[in-house]
């Protein structure tokens, strides 16, 4: 376990910007992350805790110490006749991690496959898409207190969940490492089909068999003809998120646009597609030198190589103006900015 100093963080993220971290550790088990912690070289330093580093915007030097979690292992921890406990490493990939499950014929999370990142980042932010967030399927992770070096359990209700949001985004932002994650997933499927592109995908690809391998191959080819391959392209997957608005605001915006994509919420609240705000104001495509707006989803930020952090959030500012102009509408960010 070794301590490296004024490193690039540019393999350690997928928007792939190229600054430096002061210093940068990585940690594969509870006792090394406990005995980096308590080191005194970096003990008073600043901490950013990173799994796939696909949640991140540098845009500056990170002038504090990366740790880069690398904690593996899939285990079964109970089981029966309906349900796995499935206890996960944080640092394991999310994505083979859904494929190990789909291989084992356990339900849940095939609508989320293909999202980047690791596991312990899954809870973090209350991962989504099609239809299933993480907390549908969570049971509890264990995480190590940064000040302390104490591990605690947090279970459902103490992760506070909400849409892209936990504890570990708010009250407790960076007090804790997720080492684990354990998840409940099914051996019955419950599909979850209901959202459009879905069946329509299925449908296109002459499926009479439902299976969660027919539901993961659908989500896999519409996020590859939507989302850009961060391997090829920098970005961050979503960089806004959808934002909600009251039912009489959006009446009033529905008047002057029609066609506003939108989602009715249970609390009669209004979810606005921020891709479709973007989109309407001419955005989508757009590039200012090598960075700019994903030409198929105008809610991904791109970086087409050699961009700065620092110009990317400048472009999300505009857009955020230019999207509180035309609508009175605040977007959020989706995307850590450092
Ligand atoms: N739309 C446009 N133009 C665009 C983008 C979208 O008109 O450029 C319209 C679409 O036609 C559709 C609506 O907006 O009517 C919603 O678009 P989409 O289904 O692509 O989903 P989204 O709301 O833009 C969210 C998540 C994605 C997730 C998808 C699918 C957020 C912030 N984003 O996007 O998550 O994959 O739904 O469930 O909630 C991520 O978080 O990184 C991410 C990619």
Same mark, same amino acid.
Request: net charge negative.
């Given at each position: 376990?070794?301590?490296?100093?004024?490193?690039?963080?540019?393999?350690?993220?997928?928007?792939?910007?190229?600054?430096?971290?002061?210093?940068?550790?990585?940690?594969? #088990? !509870?006792?090394?992350?406990?005995?980096?912690?308590?080191?005194?070289?970096? /003990?008073? +330093?600043?901490?950013? @805790?990173?799994? $796939?580093?696909?949640?991140?915007?540098?845009?500056?030097?990170?002038?504090?110490?990366?740790?880069?979690?690398?904690?593996?292992?899939?285990?079964?921890?109970?089981?029966?006749?309906?349900?796995?406990?499935?206890?996960?490493?944080?640092?394991?990939?999310?994505?083979?991690?859904?494929?190990?499950?789909?291989?084992?014929?356990?339900?849940?999370?095939?609508?989320?496959?293909?999202?980047?990142?690791?596991?312990?980042?899954?809870?973090?932010? #209350? !991962?989504?898409?099609?239809?299933?967030?993480?907390?549908?399927?969570?049971? /509890?992770? +264990?995480?190590?207190? @940064?000040?302390? $070096?104490?591990?605690?359990?947090?279970?459902?209700?103490?992760?506070?969940?909400?849409?892209?949001?936990?504890?570990?985004?708010?009250?407790?932002?960076?007090?804790?490492?997720?080492?684990?994650?354990?998840?409940?997933?099914?051996?019955?499927?419950?599909?979850?089909?209901?959202?459009?592109?879905?069946?329509?995908?299925?449908?296109?690809?002459?499926?009479?068999?439902?299976?969660?391998?027919?539901?993961?191959?659908?989500?896999?080819?519409?996020?590859?003809?939507?989302l850009p391959?961060?391997?090829?392209?920098?970005n961050?997957g979503s960089f806004?998120?959808?934002?909600?608005?009251?039912?009489?605001?959006?009446?009033?915006?529905?008047?002057?646009?029609?066609?506003?994509?939108?989602?009715?919420?249970?609390?009669?609240?209004?979810?606005?597609?921020?891709?479709?705000?973007?989109?309407?104001?001419?955005?989508?495509?757009?590039?200012?030198?090598?960075?700019?707006?994903h030409?198929?989803q105008?809610l991904v930020l791109v970086?087409?190589?050699?961009?700065?952090?620092?110009?990317?959030?400048?472009?999300?500012?505009?857009?955020?103006?230019?999207?509180?102009?035309?609508?009175?509408?605040?977007?959020?960010?989706?995307?850590?900015?450092?």
């Amino acid at each position: 376990m070794e301590i490296l100093t004024n490193q690039s963080v540019f393999q350690y993220n997928t928007f792939g910007i190229d600054v430096k971290t002061k210093y940068l550790a990585s940690f594969k #088990n !509870i006792e090394e992350l406990k005995e980096l912690l308590q080191s005194p070289l970096i /003990q008073e +330093e600043k901490k950013l @805790i990173i799994g $796939g580093g696909s949640n991140v915007l540098f845009t500056k030097n990170y002038e504090g110490v990366i740790l880069v979690n690398k904690i593996t292992g899939i285990d079964i921890v109970e089981e029966n006749e309906e349900h796995v406990l499935v206890k996960v490493g944080a640092g394991e990939n999310w994505h083979e991690f859904v494929m190990w499950s789909i291989n084992n014929q356990y339900a849940g999370i095939e609508n989320l496959s293909l999202i980047p990142g690791s596991v312990g980042a899954s809870p973090m932010q #209350n !991962i989504g898409a099609y239809g299933v967030e993480i907390k549908d399927v969570f049971h /509890q992770l +264990e995480a190590v207190e @940064i000040k302390t $070096g104490n591990t605690q359990v947090f279970n459902h209700k103490e992760c506070a969940f909400g849409y892209r949001e936990s504890v570990f985004k708010n009250v407790l932002k960076d007090q804790f490492v997720i080492t684990s994650v354990t998840y409940k997933l099914n051996k019955k499927p419950v599909y979850n089909i209901s959202y459009g592109a879905i069946k329509q995908q299925l449908e296109e690809n002459n499926v009479e068999d439902l299976s969660i391998k027919e539901v993961a191959n659908a989500v896999i080819q519409i996020r590859q003809s939507k989302l850009p391959d961060p391997q090829k392209i920098g970005n961050a997957g979503s960089f806004f998120k959808n934002p909600i608005v009251s039912q009489a605001k959006f009446e009033e915006l529905k008047q002057k646009f029609p066609e506003i994509a939108h989602y009715l919420l249970p609390d009669s609240t209004v979810k606005l597609a921020a891709g479709w705000l973007i989109d309407n104001l001419g955005w989508k495509g757009k590039r200012v030198n090598n960075h700019g707006v994903h030409s198929k989803q105008a809610l991904v930020l791109v970086n087409y190589g050699g961009s700065s952090g620092e110009d990317i959030y400048n472009l999300s500012e505009d857009i955020i103006a230019s999207v509180k102009e035309a609508y009175g509408v605040e977007l959020e960010r989706e995307v850590n900015i450092y």
